[in-house]
């Protein structure tokens, strides 16, 4: 699963999570920092990624259109990059599964 970390996560963590999440990248990277949700919903949704994020915008844009893309919901707050990589390492298998559940649009982390 490829996921797409919001621009509140750290691109820093892209190459920790890479054994776990192949291909992850994050919006910086991609030009889309500066870029508004629907932008980035799209590139996920026209690229394959599991949008990963901190806030309720994406949730919000899964309930008026669905999945693709999917969205994982970190409920943890603001964290240090470290915590927020342990946290999804921690979640990995819960993740995987949300990955193959084709009924499933977000995905709540907590």
Known sequence: MKLLLDQN???RMLVE???AFPGSNQVM???LDKAGDK???QYAKDHGFTIVTLDSDFHEL???YGAPPKIIWLKCGNRPKWYVLNFLLK???QIEGFG???EAAVLEVY
């Open 9 to 11: 996560l750290s691109h």
């Open 17 to 19: 999570l890479e054994p």
């Open 29 to 31: 990277h991609l030009d």
């Open 39 to 41: 932008p980035i919903w």
């Open 62 to 64: 899964a309930t008026l």
């Open 91 to 93: 979640h990995q298998q």
């Open 100 to 102: 193959q559940d084709d």
